[in-house]
């Protein structure tokens, strides 16, 4: 029995874009290549196996001899060319971005080629998001699966599965609970070890530790630093720092944020707070944000900002602020890894007051804050960010004229030699021009960009003394099929 604070729409690989819907379908679904466990950085195959030519504009990827589906039929490159297209075509589909720009070709019956215009060297980790996973083309499409917009598989994906992963959707219901069992053609590499796992939908996580100490379940996902502290050694406990970033945003817009346009309003905001104070409220497994990229993933910096009243005061002069009330807008109803907003809030803003920044905090649910936050229409406001897919390229949109930037009024001619980063980043033809890209990138962003990072909350996964073998992944948070009985 695992427990966890479900966000689960659909049993529909290809229309599914929200964490539980990762962690479910996961262990039905094989993708090309995958990561065991916490090791993200670099995939490993899965279904196949993969080589990049020198241009980095084509994925060739190999399957496996012998691979079948849970009825039994082989996978073969038809059955990839079907999947991958089927989630590019559907309009309606969240993960449809994951193929932007990507084309799939059939080489042979076991060959197929994901081909880009630009240099690509993140395609590789796209392919693991369970979005893309790998479905019986011949069910599907006899259940009324297509490669368009006129799809009607997902009522029969709710209640079925066609894929190769180590269990099978056995039932399930988005709002209370979903129940897997061995798929009894799996050949992969992860061989189920329960004859039955159940997924129930507890959204307090008091009450997941409550079920998880009085063994109503075997496993609590949703638990925060200070709830696994006050377990007994008789648990087994998972705690490291997530994909996910806490951050001030500075908009750089005059006309949202006035003052706080200035570069130098930005600097006086990063070189006033105290992190280690903020990494405090954050509990087990947390540490402080390093930069935009977090620690885990390639071009992460090695060390954080440094408080430093003087300098922060030194810049705030410069900015022309005269001591105006700043709004400091923030989601008061979303934790992040446990991490509530409202304490951190509060903390920065007793912070700030220190340098001289008079900071009024103006909380608000995350409906009524995520519109004008994603239309740039916030002048100061914290809040976070997790990857798309388990590679650094997921936090390149924090830069001058990208998704994120954009949000902050950041337009690209702003900053055009960090503009010309992000470009490096994103054209690179080997790792290693790559990652030094990225760490130039995460280097300069740290010392002008608009953004503050602060904190990358733990994730904290607790089982009972009967679980082993609990292992975080970013993009599907609990790694089902690695789970063992711990004798």
């Known amino acids: 029995m695992i427990d966890t604070a479900f966000s689960l729409e659909t049993g529909d690989p290809g229309r599914n874009y929200v964490p539980t819907g990762n962690m479910l379908l996961h262990a039905v679904y094989d993708t090309l290549l995958t990561f065991e466990g916490s090791d993200e950085s670099e995939p490993i195959p899965s279904l196949a196996t993969v080589e990049i030519n020198d241009d980095a504009t084509q994925s060739t990827f190999t399957l496996q001899e012998g691979r079948t589906f849970s009825d039994g039929s082989p996978v073969d490159a038809d059955d990839v060319v079907f999947s991958l297209n089927r989630v590019k075509g559907m309009a309606d589909s969240k993960a449809n971005f994951l193929m932007n720009g990507i084309t799939v070709e059939k080489v042979d019956d076991m060959t197929v080629q994901l081909v880009t215009e630009e240099p690509s060297l993140e395609v590789p980790a796209i392919v693991t998001n369970p979005a893309l996973s790998i479905l019986n083309s011949e069910v599907v499409?006899?259940?009324?699966?297509?490669?368009?917009?006129?799809?009607?598989?997902?009522?029969?994906?709710?209640?079925?599965?066609?894929?190769?992963?180590?269990?099978?959707?056995?039932?399930?219901?988005?709002?209370?609970?979903?129940?897997?069992?061995?798929?009894?053609?799996?050949?992969?590499?992860?061989?189920?070890?329960?004859?039955?796992?159940?997924?129930?939908?507890?959204?307090?996580?008091a009450t997941q530790q409550i079920n998880l100490k009085g063994g109503d379940s075997n496993l609590a996902v949703d638990l925060n630093g200070d709830q696994t502290a006050q377990l007994s050694d008789d648990f087994n406990v998972t705690s490291t720092p997530s994909a996910q970033t806490i951050f001030v945003l500075v908009n750089q817009d005059e006309e949202v944020g006035g003052v706080t346009a200035n570069p130098d309003f930005a600097e006086a905001v990063r070189y006033a707070l105290d992190y280690e104070g903020l990494l405090k409220l954050a509990g087990a497994g947390s540490v402080q944000?390093?930069?935009?990229?977090?620690?885990?993933?390639?071009?992460?910096?090695?060390?954080?900002?440094?408080q430093d009243l003087d300098r922060s005061k030194a810049?705030?002069?410069?900015?022309?602020?005269?001591?105006?009330?700043?709004?400091?807008?923030?989601?008061?109803?979303?934790?992040?890894?446990?991490?509530?907003?409202?304490?951190?809030?509060?903390?920065?803003?007793?912070?700030?007051?220190?340098?001289?920044?008079?900071?009024?905090?103006?909380?608000?649910?995350?409906?009524?804050?995520?519109?004008?936050?994603?239309?740039?229409?916030?002048?100061?406001?914290?809040?976070?960010?997790?990857?798309?897919?388990?590679?650094?390229?997921?936090?390149?949109?924090?830069?001058?004229?990208?998704?994120?930037?954009?949000?902050?009024?950041?337009?690209?001619?702003?900053?055009?030699?960090?503009?010309?980063?992000?470009?490096?980043?994103?054209?690179?033809?080997?790792?290693?021009?790559?990652?030094?890209?990225?760490?130039?990138?995460?280097?300069?962003?740290?010392?002008?960009?608009?953004?503050?990072?602060?904190?990358?909350?733990?994730?904290?996964?607790?089982?009972?003394?009967?679980?082993?073998?609990?292992?975080?992944?970013?993009?599907?948070?609990?790694?089902?099929?690695?789970?063992?009985?711990?004798?």
Not at 160 to 168: C, I, L, N, Q, R
Not at 375 to 385: D, L, N, R
């Open 289 to 306: 944000a390093t930069g935009v990229i977090p620690p885990m993933f390639l071009g992460a910096l090695e060390q954080g900002v440094q």
């Open 141 to 205: 499409q006899e259940n009324g699966g297509t490669s368009d917009s006129d799809d009607e598989a997902e009522d029969f994906l709710n209640s079925a599965s066609v894929g190769s992963g180590p269990y099978m959707l056995d039932s399930m219901d988005i709002t209370s609970r979903a129940v897997l069992v061995p798929n009894p053609e799996y050949d992969g590499d992860y061989s189920p070890s329960y004859e039955r796992i159940m997924l129930r939908n507890v959204t307090e996580s």
């Open 315 to 487: 810049a705030l002069e410069e900015s022309g602020y005269d001591g105006e009330a700043v709004t400091l807008q923030f989601p008061n109803d979303n934790p992040v890894g446990g991490v509530e907003f409202t304490p951190v809030a509060e903390r920065v803003q007793s912070q700030l007051k220190k340098a001289g920044i008079n900071a009024e905090l103006a909380p608000a649910p995350f409906a009524s804050q995520i519109d004008p936050y994603v239309g740039g229409k916030e002048a100061f406001s914290m809040w976070y960010w997790g990857p798309d897919f388990a590679d650094a390229s997921s936090f390149l949109p924090f830069g001058p004229g990208q998704k994120v930037g954009l949000r902050a009024g950041w337009e690209a001619d702003s900053a055009p030699e960090i503009a010309e980063l992000v470009e490096a980043a994103e054209n690179a033809t080997s790792m290693e021009e790559r990652e030094e890209a990225m760490h130039d990138y995460a280097e300069v962003m740290q010392e002008k960009g608009p953004f503050v990072p602060l904190v990358v909350p733990g994730i904290n996964l607790a089982g009972d003394a009967s679980v082993g073998n609990i292992q975080y992944n970013s993009t599907w948070t609990l790694d089902i099929p690695l789970l063992q009985p711990a004798s």
